[in-house]
């Protein structure tokens, strides 16, 4: 089964408000994690990544925060647009540093614009 | 740069009928390769992946198939489609660490 979840499957925000989005995931053993953006109809696009050695990294009005100890993961997106709206996914690696890595993906989690 | 390309982008077939969704990958060697089913509003169910030309790996048991006849090519199969493979394919590559997506396939089965 998916170790990774979310709490809220759907979050409506206001326009230009900042978004957070979560995640918890199960297994200590992950080492990198990974936030997608999903449109409708499309695939999931890469938005930012981060490694376990790391509790912050920063993008293009995105953050994502890192907590190893409750094994939480969130994303944050500042002054939140219309294009912003679709499902987020969360995913790990399970990272053994052989090919046979995969990535485990979240349920993910609807985001809504409110004008 | 590289380009990762599904077929078709959307297709409706009769219960029963067989099944080839092809993928394929630009610009890279060697890359890993996947495929993901999405149901409506859900999530990335992992079927297959790839590490090499002739070599995959099912994650659960189906109605599907892989294959990979060449390095940068995975097919997606079934002799006789059920009701319940309705739904949104997605392949994938990765070298590293990241997975990119292709754009998906659209599969209802009537």
């Known amino acids: 089964g998916e170790s990774v979840g979310l709490h809220l499957p759907t979050l409506s925000v206001q326009e230009g408000d900042n978004s957070i989005i979560n995640c918890a995931y199960s297994?200590?053993?992950?080492?990198?994690f990974i936030w997608y953006k999903q449109e409708s109809g499309k695939g999931p696009q890469f938005i930012i990544d981060?490694?376990?050695?790391?509790d912050k990294r920063q993008g293009q009005r995105v953050t994502v925060l890192l907590n190893k100890t409750v094994k939480h993961l969130s994303l944050q997106i500042a002054a939140t647009q219309p294009g912003d709206s679709a499902v987020y996914f969360c995913a790990e690696n399970d990272f053994r540093g052989n090919r046979d890595d995969k990535i485990i993906f979240g349920k993910g989690t609807r985001l809504h614009i409110l004008p | 740069s590289q380009t990762i390309h599904q077929w078709p982008a959307t297709l409706v077939q009769p219960v029963g009928s067989p099944l080839s969704l092809e993928c394929t990958v630009e610009?890279?060697?060697?890359?890993?390769l996947y495929w993901y089913r999405q149901a409506a509003g859900r999530g990335l169910q992992l079927l297959f992946y790839s590490v090499g030309i002739g070599q995959i790996s099912s994650e659960v048991p189906q109605n599907l198939s892989a294959s990979r006849p060449q390095d940068r090519q995975f097919i997606l199969s079934s002799k006789k489609l059920l009701l319940s493979d309705s739904g949104f394919y997605l392949c994938a590559w990765s070298q590293d660490l990241e997975q990119y997506f292709g754009p998906g396939t659209r599969l209802t089965v009537t």
């Open positions: 981060i490694r376990s050695n790391m």
């Open positions: 610009g890279t060697s060697n890359p890993n």
């Open positions: 297994n200590s053993a992950s080492d990198y």
